[in-house]
């Protein structure tokens, strides 16, 4: 007969009365990748793209730029840059870049649709290309974009235009604008040009050399305004007329730009005069006023031993609308103040 075994009362006993070991729970599957829709993507990627184009555009409402791209494309290195205030700034030379680049420039929104007209016009007649771009336009390509790029680049430069004008103020713009434009080969900012060719700040600068620095925004690889050509002081001229401080026969008509030089010619830059010795490396001296030139009168005797030659024509005078070192005729600018 076998023996009575008593029935164990902890569950996990065997038959033996041994505890079984516990059993282990099977390891848990991860859960598969949730993979990223096309329409994840497509709502994302554009919000991350205005944050990143916004981001700068907002920092630069009160930070000063460290650098541009135009200093970083610049073939000569290093630049020479350095940022100062709006207070630190001429009035003048606040006044010369509006009159010689953008008249409208406290007017319009970003665009002077005006301008835009009269260059599409321009550029079917002449060979000679002719932009219409606003101080708003050039601050933001000298910061964000390049040069060339056609209608690429101008969409861009649109939108971001389009933003500095809402984000910031007009007078936020043109202090940006006055602190980053190349007036010289590596020359960028009024405040580095205004040491470099005038040897002083650029809180101390004159009209006259406030309107020579604008003279050559145009193309500042191009002309000099250490020693300025011919076409320099032509539009240097205009743009003391301009602001209300030129002479009383400064030109009421901007002055064409003259042709490309061939290869083999000097341009205005080349035949410039060259600074004299008394005058520190790259210091322009003060242009001739015009008031100062008058004609020779009647050329002298020709020699006597030779009867028979012509007498020399009388000396022509120099060009007339050279602009004065000082203005002879202060009046209120016709451009109007800043809002």
Do not use: C
């Amino acid at each position: 007969m076998n023996e009575r075994q008593e029935p164990s009362l902890n569950p996990r006993a065997g038959d033996d009365g041994l505890i079984a070991p516990p059993r282990r729970a099977p390891a848990a599957e991860p859960p598969p990748r949730r993979r990223r829709s096309p329409a994840w993507w497509l709502l994302w990627w554009p919000l991350i793209l205005i944050g990143l184009v916004l981001l700068p555009v907002v920092a630069l409402r009160w930070l000063p730029p460290p650098t541009t791209a135009f200093m970083l494309q610049s073939p000569k290195k290093p630049v020479s840059y350095q940022w100062v205030s709006r207070d630190r700034i001429a009035d003048a030379a606040r006044r010369a870049v509006v009159a010689a680049e953008d008249q409208k420039f406290w007017e319009h929104q970003g665009f002077d649709l005006e301008a835009i007209e009269k260059a599409v016009e321009h550029n079917r007649r002449s060979k000679r290309k002719r932009g219409a771009s606003t101080i708003s336009q050039q601050t933001v390509k000298n910061l964000f974009l390049w040069s060339g790029g056609g209608y690429f680049r101008k969409g861009i430069e649109a939108g971001y235009t389009v933003l500095i004008e809402t984000l910031w103020s007009k007078d936020r713009i043109l202090e940006v604008y006055l602190n980053i434009a190349e007036f010289g080969p590596g020359v960028y900012g009024v405040e580095a040009a205004a040491q470099r060719y005038f040897r002083k700040p650029a809180s101390m600068l004159t009209p006259a050399e406030a309107a020579r620095l604008a003279a050559v925004l145009p193309s500042p690889r191009r002309w000099s305004a250490a020693s300025p050509g011919p076409y320099v002081q032509k539009r240097s001229a205009w743009i003391l007329g301009q602001m209300g401080y030129g002479p009383r026969r400064a030109p009421q008509d901007e002055p064409e730009e003259p042709e490309e030089p061939a290869a083999d010619t000097p341009s205005d830059f080349d035949m410039a005069p060259t600074a004299s010795p008394e005058t520190s490396e790259g210091t322009a001296p003060e242009p001739t006023p015009a008031e100062a030139v008058e004609p020779t009168g009647d050329a002298p005797a020709s020699d006597t031993s030779a009867p028979d030659q012509a007498p020399a024509a009388p000396t022509p005078p120099e060009p007339d609308d050279v602009p004065d070192s000082e203005p002879d005729e202060v009046s209120e600018p016709t451009l109007p103040p800043a809002p």
